[in-house]
């Protein structure tokens, strides 16, 4: 198995690092209740998809 020749210095690995950041996912208002909801998802809220219920909600 090839193993690296050098140690990856602090500030290389830091400099990979850097660019590691949280995801925030893409949010957008729900057309039906106005919820913000990931997009290409069933709204959590109102169970919504492409303007017809596809999961029961609650209320
Ligand atoms: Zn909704």
């Given amino acids: 198995m090839a193993v ?34 990931k997009s290409h998802v069933v709204c959590p809220n109102c169970g919504f998809y492409d303007g017809r219920q596809v999961v029961k909600t609650n209320n």
Wanted: proline share 9%.
């Fill in 4 to 37: 690296p020749a050098r140690k990856t210095s602090k500030t290389k690995k830091r400099m990979r690092r850097g660019n590691i950041k949280l995801q925030v996912p893409n949010l957008s208002a729900c057309p039906n209740c106005g919820e913000l909801r």
